[in-house]
């Protein structure tokens, strides 16, 4: 069993930053991949950014392109999601995620772990 702990979310300006954070305790020997997932009141659950655990490779949606960006701490079982220039339309419960999904883009596949989720909020 993998427990997911998150932390970082709040609120901020338009323009801003924030910094997330998800520490994974437990058997997580078996995740080859963790990611950041949210979903706005009224939407659906959307994929944001996603990283290969043994290696280096990261996915992004396009939507938060070169503004957020993943990374991996290994010796914490840690991974961070930096925002930056934060927009109104970010504001969501960002959820991270851990597993091993097989095939494709993993920001459209279903995860076996999730954390609680923290809430983003930006305004304008």
């Known amino acids: 069993q993998v427990q997911l702990v998150e932390s970082g979310g709040g609120s901020v300006q338009a323009g801003g930053s924030l910094r997330l954070s998800c520490a994974a305790y437990?058997?997580?020997?078996?995740?080859?991949?963790m990611g950041w997932f949210r979903q706005a009141p009224g939407k659906e659950r959307e994929g944001v950014a996603a990283i290969y655990t043994a290696g280096v490779r990261t996915y992004y949606a396009d939507s938060v392109k070169g503004r957020f960006t993943i990374s991996q701490d290994n010796h914490k079982n840690t991974v961070y999601l930096q925002m930056n220039s934060l927009k109104p339309e970010d504001t969501a419960m960002y959820y991270c995620?851990?597993?091993?999904?097989?095939?494709?883009?993993?920001?459209?596949?279903?995860?076996?772990?999730w954390g609680p989720g923290t809430q983003v909020t930006v305004s304008s």
């Open positions: 995620a851990a597993g091993s999904p097989t095939g494709g883009n993993p920001l459209e596949a279903d995860f076996a772990y």
């Open positions: 437990g058997y997580t020997y078996n995740i080859n991949y």
